[in-house]
């Protein structure tokens, strides 16, 4: 199977219209889309497909149905498909990243992020500074900030990325 060269994964996400725009971003960036069960809504609702357009036809989505059943996906697919989560607990920000084909970039659910152990799977933890007293932008905006600067980096490609 032929990959895109960046995969988006959704942690259960949580509101349609979120995760339909994220995947709308995905088809129209050339992104590959990972689900990840459960979602807390229908995936056929039709928020959820009115908020994704026509768009989701054209997009390589891989739904699990488990953070588990991820897990194995993403680690038969090889070592280079790092698992880089974007959190407002990040150590790092998301622009001193350098980027590799393959890496698959995480969004947890926008009422409650990710769990501890889901957090701690993250082989790079990233987040999006900001100026306080702000705490987080939506998780569809965040995304698309950090798929744009990974794909200009893999068009363009960086120095090495630091060891996680």
Wanted: net charge neutral; with cysteine; hydrophobic share 45%.
């Amino acid at each position: 199977m032929d990959h895109a060269a960046l995969t988006l994964a959704l942690y259960q996400p949580d509101i349609p219209q979120n995760a339909g725009t994220l995947l709308r971003s995905c088809a129209c960036l050339g992104v590959a889309a990972a689900l990840i069960e459960p979602a807390g809504f229908p995936t056929s609702d039709k928020h959820f497909r009115r908020a994704g357009m026509d768009y989701l036809d054209a997009i390589e989505l891989v739904r699990h149905a488990s953070f588990q059943a991820f897990q194995f996906w993403r680690t038969a697919e090889g070592p280079h498909r790092c698992l880089i989560l974007l959190s407002t607990a990040g150590e790092v920000p998301y622009w001193d990243v350098a980027y590799r084909p393959g890496d698959v970039l995480m969004v947890g659910r926008e009422s409650a992020g990710v769990p501890p152990a889901v957090h701690a799977a993250a082989d790079l933890r990233v987040t999006v500074p900001m100026r306080p007293p702000f705490r987080s932008l939506n998780v569809a905006v965040a995304a698309s900030m950090v798929m744009g600067e990974a794909l200009r980096q893999l068009h363009h490609p960086a120095a090495a990325r630091p060891t996680p």
